[in-house]
């Protein structure tokens, strides 16, 4: 390995390790709008507060999110402990919380007099990030 690649690896591995511990679901099968109405609840909110509300919300969105925020969680869990340095996950709170636009499954659906309609199916990328409140 020649010395400048592995100084480039050197300098990701730092910044991977500098940076704040996320989760990311990619083409997520539901459509972005629905997702931003559950994530836009959460965003700022503590850890706790945040899996108790999408616990008991009615929305189909809310399980996803879930999932990629207890994974957010457990990222920084095991960050700490590769740090070697102590974590409260009652300290943890929701810094950056966003829903992009995933690619688009387009489907074919009869109509009449033989023609055919387009349908659009719609995915998200769900992207979730973590800190503590002494990091704030």
């Known amino acids: 390995m020649s010395r400048k690649s592995r100084e480039r690896k050197e300098r990701h591995e730092a910044e991977r390790l500098a940076a704040p511990p996320s989760a990311t679901q990619r083409t997520t099968r539901q459509s972005p709008y629905k997702m931003r109405l559950v994530i836009d609840q959460i965003r700022g909110m503590q850890v706790n507060e945040a899996l108790a509300m999408l616990q008991f919300s009615k929305k189909h969105a809310a399980v996803q999110?879930?999932?990629v925020l207890k994974s957010a969680v457990a990222n920084a869990e095991?960050?700490?402990r590769a740090a070697n340095e102590s974590l409260d996950v009652d300290d943890l709170y929701v810094t950056h919380a966003i829903v992009n636009e995933g690619p688009k499954l387009k489907r074919w659906t009869p109509a009449a007099m033989g023609r055919a309609t387009p349908m659009i199916k719609r995915t998200s990328h769900v992207e979730i990030v973590?800190?503590?409140?002494e990091g704030r």
């Open 78 to 80: 095991a960050k700490a």
């Open 65 to 67: 999110i879930g999932k």
């Open 130 to 133: 973590v800190d503590s409140k």
